[in-house]
């Protein structure tokens, strides 16, 4: 029975290698993203068509459904898309560049970093909410230092990071329950941050996290490449003739980045970063060419679903979207603790 295992595993390697196999899987979660982009604007209070839809996006006419798509509905889900791909990129790039499956902004602690210096501007300075992104950044940024000289022992080990980020999270957490204590009275802006809500998002959200999303992908896309080299172990990326450290600096800052920009406009919205990418990987394999378009297709199209199952499941009471992300994920982060 072990040489049938085997030989059915090596079946499934060889089809995850196949090219024509990525490029079905890339359409495949090409029309899960529009499925859900549809069902995103579709769902909600006021019945609507796909046509309506359309109409809507292409003819600026004064008609209800088109209010209700064009100023309350499409930003709202071109928020949640964006919100998608940023945590699953960055969950995919810290995966990669700490060499632990675990790994993600919110579990190890990067986005407990943006998420304490975005409540200390919503609670302590809310005339600056024009700050929150560079401020969730440098937050962010930190915490993954603290990770990485936490876990720095003649090298990356998996439970060294898993374990600093744990601490790391904690030793945040506890700075937004000192923040929350000291200014209770001003609780109430930063409880739907904490949660992970996509309520009242609109235009001016699009416009913050796009930037940061466009550049985010481009970087990824362009540089994929080095993140295969450098998960191929530090001494052989070093023979291979990459700047090990260059390299892994230069990712988690970019994983920081984009972890901060979906903090930034949503709060703390946990387990995407570890979800997506690792289901992504199981389908489409390890190659980072591969791996970072499918992550963030399969990123987009989980919040936008979530989203909308969030608004709509218990109408007209809407919960956070991050309620939604935690009864999904903590069940498969126990699988994959499990697991490995």
């Known amino acids: 029975m072990s040489w049938m295992k085997r030989d ?26 529009v499925f859900a982009f549809i069902m995103s604007n579709l769902m909600g209070s006021m019945k609507l068509s796909v046509s309506d839809i359309i109409k809507a996006i292409m003819v600026a006419d004064g008609t209800p459904q088109r209010l209700v798509i064009w100023n309350v509905r499409l930003p709202r889900t071109i928020v949640a898309a964006l919100v998608g791909i940023n945590l699953a990129l960055s969950g995919a790039i810290l995966q990669g560049v700490m060499r632990n499956p675990l790994a993600d902004p919110g579990i190890i602690g990067i986005s407990a970093g943006a998420g304490i210096a975005g409540i200390f501007i919503l609670i302590v300075l809310p005339q600056y909410q024009s700050l929150v992104p560079p401020f969730a950044f440098v937050g962010a940024m930190f915490a993954a230092m603290m990770i990485y000289v936490l876990a720095w022992k003649g090298g990356i080990q998996p439970l060294r990071v898993v374990l600093a980020g744990v601490a790391v999270s904690a030793f945040l957490g506890a700075g937004i329950s000192a923040l929350l204590v000291f200014f209770s009275d001003r609780v109430h802006g930063a409880l739907m941050f904490m949660n992970g809500g996509l309520s009242a998002r609109s235009w001016p959200q699009v416009s913050m996290i796009l930037p940061y999303t466009v550049f985010g992908m481009t970087v990824s896309f362009l540089f ?62 390890s190659d980072y060419k591969y791996l970072f378009p499918a992550s963030a297709l399969l990123g987009a199209s989980l919040v936008m679903l979530s989203d909308t199952f969030a608004r709509t499941a218990f109408s007209p009471v809407e919960i956070p979207v991050g309620i939604v992300m935690a009864v999904c994920g903590v069940p498969f982060f126990l699988y994959l603790l499990r697991r490995e």
């Open 8 to 33: 059915k595993e090596i079946k499934r390697d060889d089809l995850r290698t196949s090219s024509l196999w990525k490029f079905l899987v890339i359409v495949t979660f090409v029309f899960l993203v």
């Open 224 to 285: 994929a490449e080095k993140l295969n080299i450098l998960m191929l172990g530090d001494d052989t990326a070093r023979g291979l003739g990459l700047n090990v450290e260059a390299v892994r600096l230069g990712f988690t800052a970019i994983a920081a980045l984009l972890s901060a920009s979906a903090v930034s406009v949503v709060g703390l919205l946990g387990f995407v970063g570890l979800i997506i990418p690792h289901s992504a990987r199981l389908i489409i394999g």
